[in-house]
């Protein structure tokens, strides 16, 4: 029995690491702000996810997401930079330029 439990939550396990392995791009947003989004295609070589709060609560929870939309940059399971919309749903203007600059920086320090 309990071999059984740990099969059927071995996939929920690996889905909730893999968001955040190597260097990866995760949005947290909801329908009401799918407007103030940003896109993720710049960084489709990279690890990109967008969740939303409807289906993916616990994640949410699990990384203290207060304000939507939150883009937060991750590197080997652990937080680069987060950003935040403020009180008009909207992330600073600067989000995808400065998300570029800690990308090339950890590319950088690879070498």
Known sequence: MKTWIILLL???YLNAQNYKSDISVVQF??????????????????????FCITEKP?????EKILFLPTVILF???????????????????????VLTNHIDKIIESKF
């Open 10 to 12: 071995f996939p929920i």
């Open 29 to 50: 947003s909801a329908p009401f702000t799918k407007d103030s989004e940003i896109s993720l295609k710049p960084f489709k070589d990279y690890n990109t996810y967008t």
């Open 58 to 62: 616990k994640f949410f929870e699990k």
């Open 75 to 97: 590197y080997n399971n652990k937080e680069v930079i987060r950003f935040e919309s403020d009180i008009s749903l909207k992330l600073p203007e600067d989000t995808e330029k």
